[in-house]
Nanobody
């Protein structure tokens, strides 16, 4: 059973930056993806960004491209989400997730992710 632990959330002013981290308890192999989703109060959980292996291809929600960057560490068990120019509408709980047997057409699909972290709160407010 894979455990995913997020960290790095907090309160930030509009225009500020945060870096989220997700550490997995086990390394994966083969074709898989690790992703960030977020859920604001009263809204559906939505895709933010993902990295798929092999190849470390990155995918982003169109509305967030250019402000958010997903990256991984060299041992592939930790992913990061760098968030810049944050807006109040970015306020949400951010979740890390892992998908096995991932292909390009499934990396944005929430119900294809079997493993989820507990989430970390990001609040953007002055």
């Amino acid at each position: 059973q894979v455990q995913l632990v997020e960290s790095g959330g907090g309160l930030v002013q509009p225009g500020g930056s945060l870096r989220l981290s997700c550490a997995a308890s086990t390394r994966a192999s083969g074709s898989y993806a690790m992703a960030w989703f977020r859920q604001a109060p009263g809204k559906e959980r939505e895709f933010v960004a993902a990295i798929r292996w092999p190849g470390s291809t990155a995918y982003y929600a169109d509305s967030l491209k250019g402000r958010f960057t997903i990256s991984r560490d060299n041992d592939k068990s930790t992913i990061l989400l760098h968030m810049n120019a944050l807006k109040p509408e970015d306020t949400a709980v951010y979740y890390c997730a892992r998908q096995v047997n991932a292909i390009t057409s499934t990396v944005r699909t929430r119900n294809r992710y079997a493993y989820w972290g507990q989430g970390t709160q990001v609040t953007v407010s002055s």
